[in-house]
């Protein structure tokens, strides 16, 4: 099974600031990397995949990047809405094995 | 709009049963993968199974042999009976649909609102 670890657990920024969150796996999943947004009581959306194509609707100021083992979303100019619980997600496995990191909180600072 | 919608969850005893069902409007899910994904209270989010748009399924150990994932398309619809359930199958559990650049490299595009499922006694 590929682990996803992702840091940190929680990360505080200010409003207008930019946040930077990491994800990596336990073995390369080559470009297959999808980030996710989770606001409390709401099921996830899909915010990035393929490492780095943003999904229909997603603001500029979100970026994936990296490749292999190593990814970032970047977040820049934070805006009140986006202080979520982010996740990553591998789906480079066969047979199917889909997995996900245990998530970084956003805060506001 | 493209929707998910899931029902079926609540609370049963340990050792029980429980059959979870998702509607989809706005696509037609014989074209897709479709997948179940759940979330435990606090924690990260655990993919459950997928079924295939041959009807093939996939499963991780953790609920292999217990839960089954089917689908009807007549219905655009598709379902997870879930078995022999314990204190760790508690969960929010949502349907999700399959994206992808590549059949079975798939991110997931479309969620539901989940359902949420208590195993207790």
């Known amino acids: 099974e590929i682990v996803m670890t992702q840091s940190p657990a929680t990360l505080s920024v200010s409003p207008g600031e930019r946040a930077t969150l990491s994800c990596r796996a336990s073995q390369s999943v080559s470009s297959n990397l999808a980030w996710y947004q989770q606001k409390p009581g709401q099921a996830p959306r899909l915010l990035i995949y393929?490492?780095?194509t943003r999904a229909t609707g997603i603001p500029a100021r979100f970026t994936g990047s990296g490749s292999g083992t190593a990814f970032t979303l970047t977040i820049s100019s934070l805006q009140s809405e986006d202080f979520a619980v982010y996740h990553c997600?591998?789906?480079?496995?066969?047979?199917?094995?889909?997995?996900f990191g245990q998530g970084t909180k956003l805060e506001i600072k | 709009e493209v929707q998910l919608v899931e029902s079926g969850g609540g609370l049963v005893q340990p050792g029980g049963s429980l059959r979870l069902s998702c509607a989809a409007s706005g696509f037609i899910i014989s074209t897709y993968d479709m997948h179940w994904i759940r979330q435990a209270p606090g924690k990260g989010l655990e993919w459950v199974s997928a079924?295939?748009?041959?009807?093939?399924?996939f499963y991780p150990d953790s609920v292999k042999g217990r839960f089954t994932i089917s689908r009807e398309n007549a219905k655009n619809s598709f379902y997870l009976q879930m078995n022999s359930l314990t204190a760790e199958d508690t969960a929010v559990y949502y349907c999700?649909?399959?994206?992808?650049?590549?059949?079975?490299?798939?991110?997931?595009?479309?969620w539901g609102r989940g359902t949420l499922v208590i195993v207790s006694s």
């Open positions: 393929a490492a780095s």
């Open positions: 999700a649909r399959g994206g992808t650049l590549d059949k079975w490299k798939e991110y997931f595009d479309v």
């Open positions: 997600q591998q789906y480079n496995n066969w047979p199917p094995m889909y997995t």
């Open positions: 079924v295939g748009t041959i009807a093939d399924t």
